[in-house]
């Protein structure tokens, strides 16, 4: 079947300007994650979801960062008040077990 | 000190040798380990995966787990031009839920 998809794929936002990134997990995953990653590092861990239970958000950077998945199917990440820090690829995967992730092919964003 | 960390390359093998890329943790807790390929501007794409001590292997790779060395490694046999990317070790710390810890990957050149 499909694999993990995110939109957009690319994202230009102006400093202080709120964005809001999709995924839409792979059909029959309960489990979703997103990651921060930043040119040259490894992904970093950002949130984590269990259908539509967020029971880990503890690296979200700040406060600015809200992410949900209120039908425990798609789930958006949400940035309010952007600021240059945040520019990176944001990746989300999904897993059936909450342990083998598959990852989408992220969305990069670049705040000026 | 990192949680998981990986020399940063890049390794430069010859086509049709072997690749060998090593990986350290610092969580003893770790239960499993899984080795992700990224090319560049592209999203992580997962190789292997291995939960206990020893070696698994899938077709030209190898993983190769010592949990008392807090050690993994992937070997990559008959090496590929197409193999030159960069690797990524994830570890999941278990205690902390199902979130993967990455180190910053080690970038492989194969040379033909």
């Known amino acids: 079947g499909a694999g993990v998809s995110q939109s957009p794929r690319y994202k230009v936002a102006k400093r202080g300007q709120d964005v809001a990134l999709r995924c839409d997990p792979i059909s029959g995953h309960v489990s979703l994650f997103w990651y921060q990653q930043a040119l040259g590092q490894g992904p970093e861990f950002l949130t984590y979801f269990q259908n539509e239970a967020q029971l880990d958000k503890s690296g979200l950077p700040s406060d600015r960062f809200f992410a949900e998945r209120p039908e425990g199917s798609v789930s958006t990440l949400k940035i309010q008040r952007t600021q240059q820090e945040d520019s990176a690829v944001y990746l989300c995967a999904s897993s059936v077990n909450g342990e083998t992730q598959y990852f989408g092919p992220g969305t990069r964003l670049l705040v000026l | 000190q990192k949680e998981v960390e990986q020399n940063s390359g890049p390794l430069s093998v010859p086509e049709g040798a072997i690749a060998s890329l090593n990986c350290t943790y610092s969580?003893?807790?770790?239960?499993?380990f899984f080795w992700y390929r990224q090319y560049s501007g592209k999203s992580p794409e997962l190789i292997m995966f291995?939960?206990?001590?020893g070696d698994k292997e899938d077709g030209r790779f190898t993983a190769q787990l010592n949990k008392a060395s807090q050690y993994v490694s992937l070997l990559i046999r008959d090496s590929q031009p197409s193999d030159s990317a960069t690797y990524l070790c994830?570890?999941?710390?278990?205690?902390?839920?199902?979130?993967?810890?990455f180190g910053g990957g080690t970038r492989v050149l194969v040379k033909p």
């Open positions: 994830a570890v999941n710390i278990g205690a902390a839920g199902n979130k993967l810890t």
């Open positions: 291995i939960y206990s001590n």
């Open positions: 969580d003893r807790g770790s239960q499993s």
